[in-house]
């Protein structure tokens, strides 16, 4: 019954594979995100999809890509990793109310490590 | 440019005793602000929230207080037990948006 799911848990890879990250929510939720973590601890925002749309898309190499089958899922591709991509990437789901503070819900995190 | 901060990257309570942690904003135009629990090898979990419009919120024995003057807001848990130590991630949303920014989080360690 988990409510936002990550696979894998753990990957690493060497640079310049490519690889994905999928996530899925079983929560009714209209909106998704990906989450990076890095070294200093900071969680950033990378992409929100509501709907199956892309609504934000920070500043973020194009190198990943985001794609979503369906409002129940959010795939993370990326392409040629490099070194600085290691970290930990988290998806979240939320329920966008017209008052826009509904809760995020998180996943678990996969974490990347790039050799 | 870090607009939520949390300055002290860890706190040591007794168990029974209150921990406060802080956080520090810049963004004048944030109006609603969170905080998220998270476990080692767990994603963040929410906690609690405040609007700016009160300046105090009770969940049992959590309490988080907000300062908008001195753009500071503040969780206090009363009485710490051991399985609160996790890190509190203390997050911030601006009117007309729905991302939070967080802050870098602060490890919590309670001690029996």
């Known amino acids: 019954d988990t409510a936002v799911s990550q696979t894998p848990k753990y990957l690493v890879t060497q640079m310049g594979n490519d690889k994905s990250i999928k996530c899925e929510q079983n929560?009714?939720?209209?909106?998704m995100y990906w989450y990076k973590q890095d070294s200093k601890k900071f969680l950033k925002i990378m992409f929100s999809y509501n709907n199956k749309e892309l609504i934000i898309n920070e500043t973020v190499p194009n190198r990943f890509s985001p794609k979503s089958p369906d409002k129940a899922h959010l795939n993370l591709h990326i392409n040629s990793l490099e070194l600085g991509d290691s970290a930990v990437y988290f998806c979240?789901?939320?329920?966008?109310?017209?008052?826009?503070?509904?809760?995020?819900?998180f996943g678990p995190g996969t974490r990347l490590t790039v050799l | 440019d870090q607009q939520v901060k949390q300055n002290s990257p860890s706190l040591s309570v007794q168990e029974g005793r209150i921990s406060i942690l802080n956080c520090d904003y810049t963004?004048?135009?944030?109006?609603?602000f969170l905080w998220y629990k998270k476990y080692p090898a767990e994603g963040p979990t929410f906690l609690i929230s405040?609007?700016?419009?009160?300046d105090k919120n009770e969940d049992g024995r959590f309490t988080v207080f907000l300062n908008k003057s001195a753009k500071h807001l503040s969780l206090h848990i009363v009485p710490s037990q051991p399985g609160d130590s996790a890190v509190y991630f203390c997050?911030?949303?601006?009117?007309?948006?729905?991302?939070?920014?967080f802050g870098r989080g602060t490890s919590l360690i309670v001690h029996p």
């Open positions: 979240a789901s939320s329920q966008v109310a017209s008052g826009g503070t509904d809760t995020q819900y």
């Open positions: 405040i609007s700016s419009i009160k």
């Open positions: 963004n004048s135009m944030f109006d609603y």
């Open positions: 929560l009714g939720h209209d909106t």
């Open positions: 997050a911030a949303i601006s009117g007309g948006s729905y991302i939070p920014t």
